[in-house]
Nanobody
Framework: QVQLVESGGGLVQPGGSLRLSCVAS????????IGWFRQAPGKEREGVSC????????VYADSVKGRFTISRDNAKNTAYLQMNSLKPEDTAVYSC???????????????????WGKGTLVTVSS
């Protein structure tokens, strides 16, 4: 069964950190770019970060640049999103996806993701 499963979400105070994990099963992640996306209540989904499969190049949305770090461990078929200096406006459901993504220096662009996880909730609140 092909699936992506996220974990690591939860409640954290402003300024805190979380690390999200995205584990793939049923297919090999190293052939795909991996993207992290988030959707806050009442808002459209936005791209947070993307890491390419070919060279590991990473892109970030302006809103998270310098605070979030995307990485991948192909041996574990897993991707990560390290989130530091979290802000209340980072509150959202975070989903990982595998397929095609990139960026233009300001935002993450979804070129078409083949697989999506169901998401994990991140709440930043005091």
């Amino acid at each position: 069964q092909v699936q992506l499963v996220e974990s690591g979400g939860g409640l954290v105070q402003p300024g805190g950190s979380l690390r999200l994990s995205c584990v793939a099963s049923g297919f090999t992640l190293d052939h795909y770019a991996i993207g992290w996306f988030r959707q806050a209540p009442g808002k459209e989904r936005e791209g947070v970060s993307c890491i390419r499969s070919s060279d590991g190049r990473t892109v970030y949305a302006d809103s998270v640049k310098g605070r979030f770090t995307i990485s991948r461990d192909n041996a574990k078929n897993t991707a990560y999103l390290q989130m530091n200096s979290l802000k209340p406006e980072d509150t959202a459901v975070y989903s990982c996806a595998a397929g095609g993504c990139g960026g233009n220096g300001k935002e993450v662009i979804n070129y078409g993701m083949d697989y999506w996880g169901k998401g994990t909730l991140v709440t930043v609140s005091s």
